[in-house]
Nanobody, 114 residues
C-alpha cells in the first residue's frame, strides 16, 4: 500500500536550517507530483511547496519563497524540503502529501525558537 514516511524535523534557532525528507513506497514514485504542507497550532493546514513528477517545475507559498527549496530524487523515492533562514512563524508540523489519491505522511515537527 501507499506509504509516506516523513523525517528530519527538530528544534532549530531562528536563522537556522533543516532538511526534511519523505520516503515513499507502494507506488511508482516517479509518476506522481508531490507536495509539502504544514500545520501550525490553531491554524489550518497550508500548502508550502509543490514539485512535478519530473522535478522540472516547482511552486511555493509566498511566505517561504526564497527560503525553502523542494526537490526530489526519483531513484531514491524521496522528496525533500530544504528550509533555510528559518523563522519562529515556520514552527509547525510538516507533512508530505501525494495529491493524486490524497495520501499523507505522518508529519514531522519543526520548532524554530531561541
Amino acid at each position: 500500500q501507499v506509504q509516506l514516511v516523513d523525517s528530519g524535523g527538530g528544534l532549530v534557532q531562528p536563522g537556522g536550517s533543516l532538511r526534511l525528507s519523505c520516503v515513499a513506497s507502494g507506488f511508482s514514485f516517479s509518476a506522481y507530483s508531490m507536495s509539502w504542507y504544514r500545520q501550525a497550532p490553531g491554524k489550518e493546514r497550508e500548502l508550502v511547496a509543490y514539485i512535478t513528477y519530473t522535478g522540472g517545475s516547482t511552486s511555493y507559498a509566498d511566505s517561504v519563497k526564497g527560503r525553502f527549496t523542494i526537490s526530489r530524487d526519483n531513484a531514491k523515492n524521496t522528496v525533500y524540503l530544504q528550509m533555510n533562514s528559518l523563522k519562529p512563524e515556520d514552527t509547525a508540523v510538516y507533512y508530505c502529501y501525494r495529491p493524486n489519491g490524497d495520501y499523507w505522511g505522518q508529519g514531522t515537527q519543526v520548532t524554530v525558537s531561541s
